[in-house]
């Protein structure tokens, strides 16, 4: 079965991407999985600068998920252009860069260092991470913001520009249209949702942040309807994710409109769950009798069905 | 190699209302481990409890020809993971992902080895004293508890020669008190002319102790940080500690893969959570 997808000028070899935050810089893995079975990495979200993050506690289990305040800690784009991507470059995976700024100057100057990098496949563009105070939030709650970002972005490189999209908004359609106008090469849904827990012993909450971003199966339906919205809306690949934990989760994914998906929680609970992803769509394709993976991409079927 | 492993129950014995002990058939990763190393553990498919959790590997277990074939895991019920390995079945499964993390430096002689176990970080002091043994390295065990019936598996370490020294907070067996307190006892009167070398495992407040204790009496000190964990191999970047660093800007690193074991002077103590 051919499993290769094009995500505009972006070709990879399987539909199956580590997320941003899930997977280090890629390298931290090499020695445990073979990073050639993934299409590809989306590295630990970047800033110009490095960044300590916030302190512990960052991370809370929830009913079937997690919350997450890691507070993008970074090494910084010069750091990762010297230390991390010469090695990473070496596998044969896509090599996507997640950016993070406080102004649209910063995504464009991220943007440009990355054109120039060697190794650098494509451009994940952080307009949605909920536990940072400045920057990232405020362009990606609204299309505006969205268009002006991503505007500034592709006047700065040639690499594809995928930006990644909050749900933590009314209409993320509308996000996705004004990604696609702006020229997106593809957009990535969706990060994870504002949320907290809160210690009911000491009454206080449970991440150190306060607030954080919750992920893993919990959110998988709300994640799935965001993309089948999205996907009715644009023409622009997607890049489905949201608490995909098996290979169903996957095809879920597709047939709402995924052209490709992330996996991020899933990856902590089991790294080892690549090949038994691949497999998995491989009997569902032998099974359906499909031989492109890209047959499936938004083929649900809604006939005699509608949305109330 | 880190492996992830189905591994067998071999046995689950209770030593006390709260404590219990699991033997796992793990040939592969028993072969590999190093003093300190964890496993990061699943007792249950599904997605509640979700994530893995860190757990020190306590003993390595061997087949009658002497191959290792096994771990231990020395587990107290604490949380939801806890509660489900204390009731764990043997014949039924669970899922080991490791070795991992940094391991203690056993020392050789003339150096001598210090290690100070707080209740369950008793754990890693299995292995670290099996490999001190064979290097012949005179060795301590301060092993402390709230109460005696917490203290446990003393005769591994009697079987080995190391000299035992114990505390208890209500003072059912030993010293009463906390471990802290003989530790600095023996720490004052050694002299400086002795090399001794202080390995730590247990709560964040009794490793704070042990390394101002140590550093106080220039003495070197390996400890075991004990940190929430999302994925054990540094993809998530929950697990991190503070350590000291030039600058004034807070650095943070992970756990998992630059710890558990650390130089207890790299780390930044006044910022650790406890």
């Known amino acids: ?308 | 190699m880190v492996v992830d492993v189905e591994a067998t129950v071999l046995s689950n014995v209770r030593l006390s209302d709260e404590y219990n002990v699991l033997e796992l058939e793990v040939p592969e990763i028993a072969a590999q481990t190093k003093p300190g190393q964890f496993l990061m553990v699943k007792p249950e498919m599904g997605p509640d409890p979700l994530l893995r959790r860190p757990f020190s590997i306590f003993e390595i277990l061997h087949d009658q020809k002497g191959n290792p074939k096994g771990i231990s895991l020395l587990n107290k019920r604490v949380g939801i993971t806890t509660e489900l390995l204390f009731h764990k079945q043997p014949g039924s499964h669970m899922m080991c992902l490791g070795p991992l993390g940094r391991p203690y430096k056993p020392v050789c002689p003339p150096t001598e080895a210090w290690m100070v176990a707080g209740g369950v970080g008793l754990a890693p002091f299995a292995t670290l004293s099996y490999a001190l043994a064979k290097h012949q390295t005179i060795s301590t065990l301060f092993y402390g508890a709230r109460h005696g019936g917490d203290l446990f598996y003393l005769d591994i370490f009697e079987r080995l020669g190391i000299r035992i020294v114990l505390a208890t907070e209500d003072g059912s067996r030993g010293e009463k008190g906390q471990i802290t307190a003989p530790l600095e006892n023996a720490l004052s009167k050694s002299p400086p002319s002795k090399d001794v070398v202080v390995y730590a495992c247990g709560p964040t407040a009794m490793l704070k102790k042990v390394a101002t204790l140590a550093e106080s009496y220039g003495r070197t000190c390996q400890v075991s940080v004990e940190q929430v964990m999302g994925c054990g191999l540094g993809g998530c970047y929950s697990c991190v500690i503070p350590v000291n660093k030039d600058s004034k800007s807070r650095h943070y690193v992970r756990s998992c893969i630059e710890g558990p074991v650390f130089l207890s002077e790299e780390i930044f103590w006044e910022e650790m959570d406890y």
């Open chain 1, 1 to 308: 079965m051919d499993l290769s997808i094009k995500l505009g000028q972006l070709h990879l070899k399987n539909p199956l991407i580590a997320a941003s935050g899930c997977f280090g810089y890629g390298v931290e893995y090499a020695n445990v999985v073979d990073l050639s079975t993934l299409g590809g990495i989306v590295v630990k979200g970047l800033f110009l600068e490095e960044r300590s993050g916030h302190p512990p506690t960052r991370i809370v289990e929830t009913p079937s998920g997690m919350l997450n305040a890691i507070g993008l800690q970074g090494i910084g784009v010069h750091q990762f252009i010297q230390e991390k991507l010469p090695e990473l470059r070496l596998y044969r995976t896509a090599v996507i860069v997640n950016i993070c700024g406080s102004t649209t100057d910063e995504y464009a100057e991220l943007a440009r260092i990355l054109s120039d990098a060697e190794g650098v496949d494509a451009l994940e563009l952080n307009v949605s991470c909920p536990n940072i105070k400045e920057g990232g939030i405020e362009f990606g709650c609204n299309p505006g913001g969205i268009g002006e970002v991503v505007s500034r972005v592709r006047q700065a490189t040639h690499l594809p520009i995928i930006p990644k999209l909050t749900p933590n908004v009314e209409d993320i359609a509308s996000l996705a249209i004004a990604a696609e106008e702006a020229g997106a090469n593809a957009i990535s849904l969706v990060n994870t949702f504002l949320a907290m827990a809160i210690d009911v012993e000491t009454k206080r909450p449970k991440l150190s942040n306060v607030l954080g971003g919750l992920s893993g199966p919990a959110i998988r339906p709300i994640a799935v309807r965001m993309v089948y919205e999205c996907h009715k809306a644009v023409s622009i690949p997607i890049i489905g994710m949201g608490g995909i934990m098996n290979s169903t989760d996957v095809l879920e994914f597709i047939i709402a409109g995924s052209s490709a998906v992330q996996i991020g929680t899933a990856n902590f609970v089991d790294p080892f769950i690549w090949p038994k992803l691949l497999k998995g769509i491989r009997e569902y394709a032998h099974r359906k009798d499909i031989h492109r993976l890209n047959e499936l991409v938004g083929s649900i079927t809604t006939e005699d069905q509608e949305t109330v």
